[in-house]
């Protein structure tokens, strides 16, 4: 999907600077010379995060970079941006159009001479794909069992770290995705007494693949009204600035580290509409605030010529919506001397072997069955995460505009 034009990021997620500034100044030096001796699997690096991160290896020179992506199209854009921006390294760069699930990746692993980082971001990242038993079985399997199962690869070739990324809906969840995600971290500690493993956990990556700012950018290429919740509050970071956050953990952290960003005077908190409004603003037109989805729609005709652009903005409703965003629990252990700008929550040497074996076993089970409902893998989720507290609603994001 191609990238959008996005004028003056940083103003519109209301910052005035990067994040991790310092910490770049004070381990730049030691993050590069561990990529240029580096081979590099990237694992659904075609997407917003996956891609930055790619970037940021392509330039520092490693000794090999390999990306796989299901999406073929966003490869050939990643290589384009690539050529284009940095043109070529001596490493052995290459892209392939693969599912990591698949009998084709095992070979590609088979074939190479092995990898010393695996890092990987496939990932069902949106709250909306918890509507319906399939697609959730589906975001089960990407984001628990292809973990479970690369980093199980990663561990047989004998790499020397293992990154995959998390979110910080993992935090407390209050959805399926964030319960997904927190479930992914279980299963990647268990591996951790054989490989060193780490995560990272982020806000919103502004503008993102499919996040609703980037929707903005395709309803002003269509002409059609833009929507966004007026009363959801949510902290915003770069895709650059996510891809460090990334790196230093894969890179710098310690097995089992989660890192995630301090919040500072530099990370502010902003609405999905205080947004949108800049964002419009930035593109020379004036907000014009609708009473509704019907009104929005009918008055584009009529309003987008004169430099005003129709807005609808609501409450949010749907299920799985969080009230407020963070990055760790009470209950965690975190480390805020290490870095300037990020925290690090240090992980115990212990799961519950019997509470993921189940799930394990009950997801098989159903999975084996060929049929499931969705209240099911909801009570599976609440009987392996006893803090879980699902916020069901019923309805959906798929239900609106």
Known sequence: MKKPVIPDLLKLIHREEPLFREDLLDHGSALDDRIRTGRFLVIGGAGSIGSAVVRELFQRNPKALHV????????????????????????????????????????????????????????????????????????????IFNTDRTVRQALEMGAEKYFCVSTDKASNPANMMGASKRIMEMFLLRHSDRIPVSSARFANVAFSDGSLPFSWTRRIAKHQPIVAPDDVRRYFVTDREGALLCLFSTLLG???????????????????????VRYLESMGYEPYICSSEEEARLRVTELIPQKRWPCYFFRS??????????????????????????????????????????????????????????????????GTLPTFEHRETFKYLDDKM
Request: charged share 30%.
């Open 68 to 143: 796989v992506d299901l999406s073929e199209n966003n490869l050939v854009e990643l290589v384009r941006d690539l050529r284009s921006s940095r043109g070529y390294i001596d490493g052995d760069f290459r892209t392939y159009a693969l599912d990591a699930s698949s009998v084709e990746f095992e070979a590609l692993l088979r074939a190479q001479p092995g990898y010393s980082h695996v890092l990987n971001f496939s990932a069902l990242k949106h709250v909306r794909n918890e509507k319906d038993p399939f697609t959730l079985m589906r975001m089960i399997q990407v984001n």
């Open 254 to 276: 310690h097995s089992r580290d989660i890192f995630f960003p301090k919040l500072s005077a530099k990370l502010h908190l902003t609405t999905f509409a205080e947004m949108a």
């Open 317 to 382: 409703d749907t299920t799985g919506e969080k009230d407020f965003e963070e990055f760790h629990t009470t209950e965690e252990e975190v480390d805020w001397d290490r870095f300037h700008d990020i925290g690090v929550v240090r992980n115990e040497v212990a799961w519950d072997e019997e509470s993921l074996d189940h799930f394990e076993r009950t997801v098989k089970s159903l999975r084996q069955a060929g049929c499931w409902e969705r209240a099911q893998l909801v009570e599976l989720f609440n």
